[in-house]
C-alpha cells in the first residue's frame, strides 16, 4: 500500500449561509456547520482511503467566530493522520468578508473516521507523509491525541502513552 500526503485528501467545500441554517439571532447553527464539516472529513477520508468510510468521533471542535446569515462559508479537510484502519481529519473553517473577499479562519474541528469493507468491517489503511510545517505539526499531535483518547477510554495504560509522557519529561 503507498504512502500519501495530506494534500492528496484536500477537500474544500464552500456554500452560503441560508435563512433556515440560523438561530433567532442571524448566525449559522451549529450543528449545521458540523453536518458540512463531516461532509467535508468524509470525502477527505475516503479520498485517502479509497475505501467506504465511517465517523467514529468528534475530537474536538472550536466554535472560534460567529458565522452569519449570507456568510460565504469553506471548509477545508485534510487527512492529518493515519493509523492501521483510522484516519484523523483536521478541518480549518473560513469564512469570506462580503465586501473585500477576504478569509479569516473562524473554526477548527478535528474529526476521526474509520475505513471498512462492504461488512462494516474496518480495513487498513495507507500511511500519511506530511511534507509542510504545519502538516508535520498536526500529524504529530495526532498520536499524542490517540494515545490521550485511548488512555481517557480505558483502552491504553497511562505508562504506555509515550507521546504524552513526553510532553512532561
Keep these: 500500500m503507498q504512502s500519501k500526503t495530506p494534500q492528496q485528501s484536500l477537500t474544500i467545500y464552500t456554500d452560503m449561509v441560508l435563512p433556515s441554517e440560523t438561530n433567532p439571532i442571524g448566525n449559522m447553527f451549529g450543528g449545521e456547520l458540523l453536518a458540512r464539516m463531516d461532509r ?6 475516503r479520498r485517502h482511503s479509497r475505501r467506504i468510510v465511517v465517523t467514529a468521533s468528534v475530537n474536538h471542535v472550536a466554535f472560534n467566530k460567529m458565522i ?8 477545508e479537510a ?10 484523523e481529519v483536521y478541518m480549518d473553517v473560513f469564512i469570506e468578508d462580503r465586501e473585500s473577499g477576504e478569509r479569516s479562519l473562524s473554526n477548527e474541528a478535528i474529526y476521526t473516521f474509520v475505513a471498512v469493507d462492504e461488512m ?3 480495513v487498513r ?14 500529524f504529530e499531535a495526532a498520536l499524542r491525541r490517540k494515545q490521550l483518547s485511548l488512555v481517557l477510554a480505558g483502552k491504553m495504560k ?3 502513552a509515550t507521546e504524552l509522557k513526553a510532553l512532561f519529561q
Design 40 to 45: 467535508a472529513a468524509s470525502i477527505a477520508a
Design 68 to 75: 452569519p446569515l449570507g456568510s460565504v462559508v469553506t471548509v
Design 78 to 87: 485534510k487527512v492529518s493522520r493515519a493509523f492501521s484502519s483510522s484516519m
Design 120 to 122: 462494516g468491517n474496518p
Design 125 to 138: 489503511v495507507p500511511e500519511i507523509v506530511p511534507e509542510t510545517e504545519l502538516e508535520i505539526k498536526r
Design 158 to 160: 497511562p505508562k504506555d
